[in-house]
């Protein structure tokens, strides 16, 4: 493993059904991200965590959650999955000590999701 | 509320100069940055500027002015690979990234 990788690459969903958009890192970074992108809008946080066991809410985290049990994983669940979830997902860490946002942050290559 | 505003879309040619400008209005500033995006592609860091003024590496700067809050990226020698949206974002007082919806840049030969 090289930076970040992402899984799936796509999904298409069923609305209720749960899903896990699973993100690792090689690169022992604290902090990590979820975003989301739609067209027309920014990169839209939905959960960070600044370092193992922590993590907080970001902008739109309504109907996600995350967990941090180590340095390198950082899943997202949508629990139950509903059609305005559909978007592209991308992860991002950085070598931050901080707690954010003044550190270059690398990006996983993102999940495309749909949800129907 | 907190706004980061690009042109949605330019055109320039290649081998020309382009500017792609970004105003921000945000509680309080710790930075600003610029991504590159590829279509289908993730991010990837270009600048970081937290002073006024101009940071130039390669064919690339990016100015700032705190006092205006405005920046600009400033492609130079532009190559068809250039094309791709191009991502403003400001860390405010509260450490939290705001992004701009990004501006595509277009290559025509």
């Known amino acids: ?116 | 509320g907190q706004n980061i505003d690009q042109p949605t879309e330019m055109t320039a040619t290649e081998g020309a100069i382009v500017q792609i400008n970004c105003t921000y209005q945000t509680s309080g500033f710790n930075g600003l940055f610029w991504y590159q995006q590829h279509a289908g592609e993730a991010p990837t860091f270009l600048s970081y500027n937290v002073l006024d003024g101009l940071e130039e590496k390669g064919r690339f700067s990016s100015f700032l002015s705190r006092s205006k809050g405005y920046s600009y990226l400033l492609l130079k020698e532009l190559q068809m690979k250039d094309s791709a949206s191009y991502l403003c974002a400001v860390t405010d007082s509260n450490y939290q990234l705001i992004w701009g919806a990004g501006t595509k840049l277009i290559i025509k030969p």
């Open chain 1, 1 to 116: 493993i090289a930076g970040i990788t992402q899984a799936p690459t796509s999904q298409i969903l069923a609305a209720g059904r749960r899903m896990t958009l699973r993100c690792t890192q090689d690169m022992r970074h604290n902090a990590m991200y979820w975003y989301r992108q739609d067209l027309g809008l920014g990169l839209r946080l939905i959960h960070y965590s600044n370092t193992a066991g922590t993590t907080g809410k970001g902008e739109v985290p309504d109907g996600y959650s995350v967990s941090r049990a180590n340095t390198d994983d950082f899943p997202l669940t949508l629990a139950s999955a509903v059609p305005s979830q559909t978007s592209v997902y991308f992860c991002a860490s950085s070598d931050s000590t901080s707690g954010g946002a003044i550190d270059e942050q690398f990006f996983g290559p993102g999940t495309r999701l749909t949800v129907l």
